[in-house]
Nanobody, 121 residues
């Protein structure tokens, strides 16, 4: 099983920056794609940024040029650097990964508990 623990959320003014972290722990064979999703009140959860085990990244259009995802495979940790934040970025941010609990197990999704990001003056 994989446990994901996020940190780094909080309240920030428009134009400000925040850095989220997500550390994976537990017993597993391998972790593949990791990423960040967010869910604003009354809206569906959406993908924000993804990073493969090889370091290939992809971003949701509204965050391109402002957010940057990175990964430390040795620490099983990903980061989300968020700059030029706007009120529309306000949401609960969830860490996600695809992983196998053991070599013969299927790949499945794991989720963190979420961290609140609020952009407001």
């Amino acid at each position: 099983q994989v446990q994901l623990v996020e940190s780094g959320g909080g309240l920030v003014q428009p134009g400000g920056s925040l850095r989220l972290s997500c550390a994976a722990s537990g017993t597993f064979f391998n972790i593949y794609t990791m990423g960040w999703y967010r869910q604003a009140p009354g809206k569906v959860r959406e993908s924000v940024a993804l990073i493969t085990i090889a370091g290939v990244t992809s971003y949701e259009d509204s965050v391109k040029g402002r957010f940057s995802i990175s990964r430390d495979n040795a620490k099983n940790t990903i980061y989300l650097e968020m700059n030029s934040l706007v009120p529309e970025d306000t949401a609960v941010y969830y860490c996600n990964c695809n992983a196998k609990s053991h070599i013969y197990a299927p790949v499945r999704d794991y989720w963190g508990q979420g961290t609140q990001v609020t952009v407001s003056s």
